[in-house]
């Protein structure tokens, strides 16, 4: 049977994160003091994780001006959601698209 240290010894290859063994540096979200500073430094993993990613490429994309394509699905119209995030996207410029 094989050992934990066997085991780690075969996961070590590139891409493979259990051969990469570093501390999970964090902040608790009461410490953030804006959206930006939550979504960088804190929710690391599952849905903030993702959270994060799609943060960090809208801002490249933003900074650097690149036009976006944007897809909504629902009744967004009908229930009066485009007041309130829909409408306040669209004025920004970002999107080229829908």
Same mark, same amino acid.
């Given at each position: 049977?094989?050992?934990?240290?066997?085991?780690?010894?075969?996961?070590?290859?590139?891409? *493979?994160?259990r051969?990469?063994?570093?501390?999970?540096?964090?902040?608790?979200?009461?410490?953030? *003091?804006?959206?930006?500073?939550?979504?960088e430094?804190s929710?690391?993993?599952? /849905?903030? /994780?993702?959270?994060?990613?799609?943060?960090?490429?809208?801002?490249?994309?933003?900074?650097?001006?690149?036009?976006?394509?944007?897809?909504?699905?629902?009744?967004?119209?009908?229930?009066?959601?485009?007041?309130?995030?829909?409408?306040?996207?669209?004025?920004?410029?970002?999107?080229?698209?829908?």
């Open positions: 049977m094989a050992t934990r240290k066997d085991r780690d010894a075969r996961c070590t290859g590139p891409g *493979n994160l051969g990469e063994r570093r501390e999970l540096e964090t902040r608790p979200v009461t410490e953030a *003091n804006d959206l930006d500073e939550l979504l430094h929710l690391p993993s599952f /849905g903030g /994780g993702y959270l994060r990613r799609l943060w960090i490429l809208l801002d490249e994309a933003v900074g650097k001006g690149l036009p976006m394509t944007m897809s909504v699905a629902g009744p967004v119209t009908v229930s009066g959601q485009h007041f309130a995030w829909l409408n306040p996207l669209l004025d920004t410029g970002w999107f080229a698209l829908i």
